[in-house]
T-cell receptor, first 109, second 112 residues
Framework: RKEVEQDPGPFNVPEGATVAFNCTYSNSASQSFFWYRQDCRKEPKLLMSVYSSGNEDGRFTAQLNRASQYISLLIRDSKLSDSATYLCVVNNYGQNFVFGPGTRLSVLP | DVKVTQSSRYLVKRTGEKVFLECVQDMDHENMFWYRQDPGLGLRLIYFSYDVKMKEKGDIPEGYSVSREKKERFSLILESASTNQTSMYLC???????????FGDGTRLSIL
C-alpha cells in the first residue's frame, strides 16, 4: 500500500460547484499535513496547512480525520482559476515529506 | 515571502556530461531538498540536507550527488548524465522538518 493515496481524477466540475477531495495516509505517526496546488508545468505551491481542528481559508476548507487516517479538501464556489492538480502532503516529525500523486481538477465554464 | 531560485528554467545536455543544477534560498532555512517529477510518478526525493555540509539520500539517489557548502545553496550534480535523467527537477526548502516546503520554479532538463 502506498504511503499517501489520492484519487487521480480528473474531477470535471462546472463553475460555482462545490468539490471535495480526500487523501488517505498509511503511517499513523504522521504529524503534519498540507495541501499544495500545482499548475501545469509549474512548481507546487502551498495552498494550506491542515490542522487537527480543521481550518478554512476563504473558499477552501481542510479537515483531518486521524482515526480514519485521511485528510480532505473542500472547495466551494469553484472558479476557472481553481483548475490545477492538488497534492496531499504528509510529514512525520523529523522525517521527510511524502507527496501524494495528486488529484486533477478541471473547472468548466 | 520565501524565495527559492533555481539557476535554469530549461537546460539541454548530452549523454555523459556532468551537469550542475543550482538552488539558492533567501530565508535562512535549515532544510533543502531536491526532487524530480515525472508524469505518472509524482514527486520523488533524490537528496536532502538538514544542515551545511550535511546530506542524506532520498528515495532515488543513484546517478546523483549533492553539495551544500553554504546554508543558502544546495547543488545537485548529475555525475554522468543519461537519457533517463530527462525530467523536471524541483528544489525546495523549509525552516524546520515539520514546516511546509517552498519550491523553486523548477528546471526542465533534457539529456540528448
Amino acid at each position: 500500500r502506498k504511503e499517501v493515496e489520492q484519487d487521480p481524477g480528473p474531477f470535471n466540475v462546472p463553475e460555482g460547484a462545490t468539490v471535495a477531495f480526500n487523501c488517505t495516509y498509511s503511517n499513523s505517526a504522521s504529524q503534519s499535513f498540507f495541501w499544495y496546488r500545482q499548475d501545469c508545468r509549474k512548481e507546487p505551491k502551498l495552498l494550506m496547512s491542515v490542522y487537527s481542528s480543521g481550518n478554512e481559508d476563504g473558499r477552501f476548507t481542510a479537515q483531518l480525520n486521524r482515526a480514519s487516517q485521511y485528510i480532505s479538501l473542500l472547495i466551494r464556489d469553484s472558479k476557472l482559476s481553481d483548475s490545477a492538480t492538488y497534492l496531499c502532503v504528509v510529514n512525520n516529525y523529523g522525517q521527510n515529506f511524502v507527496f501524494g500523486p495528486g488529484t486533477r481538477l478541471s473547472v468548466l465554464p | 515571502d520565501v524565495k527559492v531560485t533555481q539557476s535554469s528554467r530549461y537546460l539541454v545536455k548530452r549523454t555523459g556530461e556532468k551537469v550542475f543544477l543550482e538552488c539558492v534560498q533567501d530565508m535562512d532555512h535549515e532544510n533543502m531538498f531536491w526532487y524530480r517529477q515525472d508524469p505518472g510518478l509524482g514527486l520523488r526525493l533524490i537528496y536532502f540536507s538538514y544542515d551545511v555540509k550535511m546530506k542524506e539520500k532520498g528515495d532515488i539517489p543513484e546517478g546523483y550527488s549533492v553539495s551544500r557548502e553554504k546554508k543558502e545553496r544546495f547543488s545537485l550534480i548529475l555525475e554522468s548524465a543519461s537519457t533517463n535523467q530527462t525530467s523536471m527537477y524541483l528544489c525546495a526548502s523549509s525552516l524546520r522538518s515539520n514546516q511546509p516546503q517552498h519550491f523553486g520554479d523548477g528546471t526542465r532538463l533534457s539529456i540528448l
